[in-house]
């Protein structure tokens, strides 16, 4: 059984840093590649970042420069570094992994999350 365990979300004013973590379980074979979304209130969950079994990243727009996505395989843990934080970037952060043959940035194709850590910035 996989799971997926965030942590690392708070509250921080804007121009703050925040690391996230997520320690992942289980096995994921094939696995194409992991990531982090969002989901703000009244909103759509949105793609953060991600990374996949090449080794290729992705970035949104929004968060290119301020935020950085890496991992430890040995620890199976997946981390999210943001710095400068912007008022707009407050949303539920999600983990996900896919096992499809090929993740991409499209959300439908991570068959496994997490529940999620709280990401809060004031302005």
């Known amino acids: 059984q996989v799971q997926l365990v965030e942590s690392g979300g708070g509250s921080v004013q804007a121009g703050g840093s925040l690391k996230l973590s997520c320690i992942g379980s289980g096995d994921i074979f094939p696995r194409c590649g992991m990531g982090w979304f969002r989901q703000a209130p009244g909103k759509e969950r949105e793609l953060v970042t991600v990374?996949?079994?090449?080794?290729?990243?992705y970035y949104a727009d929004s968060v290119k420069g301020r935020f950085t996505i890496s991992e430890d395989s040995a620890k199976n843990t997946l981390f999210l570094q943001m710095n400068s934080l912007k008022s707009e970037d407050t949303a539920m952060y999600y983990c996900?992994?896919?096992?499809?043959?090929?993740?991409?940035?499209?959300?439908?194709?991570?068959?496994?999350w997490g529940q999620g850590t709280q990401v809060t910035v004031s302005s």
């Open positions: 996900a992994a896919g096992s499809s043959s090929a993740c991409g940035t499209n959300r439908y194709r991570y068959n496994y």
């Open positions: 990374i996949e079994a090449s080794g290729a990243t």
